[in-house]
């Protein structure tokens, strides 16, 4: 009921006080000392519980920030792995349009030193099945990068088209 006092009324027992002069100590304990010791009860709970909460709060702020902190890692290994892709890509796109600027000049040294009409008709037809190659190879390379975004979760506004691509520098993007 009233846990302070009614503790102290068994101590006074076994330290051998009189039981008349407890139960006369008993009656004289009103309903205000009987409030305050159950309020100092509840606030003593209270402290308890807060002190609990603050614990678990402290914990999932703990684990908040180590969400964070592997968000952050992974959204900066994400751009990354864009960067070099889209590196890859430009590379990729260089090698290709450097190889058919190359073909493309040897079919016209060949053009230029042949003047026989079947010797044309076969160079133009070789010029056409190469462009077709290089076509095929530019989509699938194309492809390739789209897919990889894709897994990747990558913004689309960085993808290489043919109309980024420039010969006449070293570096391929405008």
């Known amino acids: 009921m009233f846990h302070g006092k009614s503790n102290a009324f068994e101590i006074s027992k076994k330290l051998g006080l009189d039981n008349k002069i407890i139960e006369n100590a008993k009656t004289h304990l009103d309903s205000q000392n009987i409030d305050f010791e159950e309020l100092l009860k509840n606030i003593y709970d209270n402290k308890l519980k807060i002190e609990q909460e603050k614990e678990e709060i402290?914990?999932?702020?703990?684990?908040?920030?180590?969400?964070?902190?592997?968000?952050e890692n992974d959204n900066k290994n994400l751009y990354i792995e864009k960067q070099n892709i889209i590196k890859n890509a430009k590379i990729e796109a260089r090698n290709i349009l450097l190889n058919a600027k190359d073909e493309a000049n040897n079919i016209i040294k060949e053009i230029n030193s042949s003047s026989n009409s079947k010797d044309l008709n076969n160079i133009r037809n070789k010029l056409n099945s190469d462009i077709k190659n290089l076509s095929e190879n530019i989509a699938s390379a194309s492809k390739d990068n789209v897919n990889i975004s894709k897994?990747?979760?990558l913004n689309n506004q960085n993808?290489?088209?043919?109309?980024?691509?420039?010969?006449?520098?070293?570096?391929?993007?405008?």
Do not use: G
């Open 58 to 71: 402290s914990k999932k702020l703990s684990e908040i920030e180590k969400l964070r902190s592997n968000l």
């Open 159 to 174: 993808n290489l088209t043919l109309n980024d691509i420039s010969i006449n520098q070293e570096y391929l993007v405008s």
């Open 151 to 153: 897994t990747s979760n």
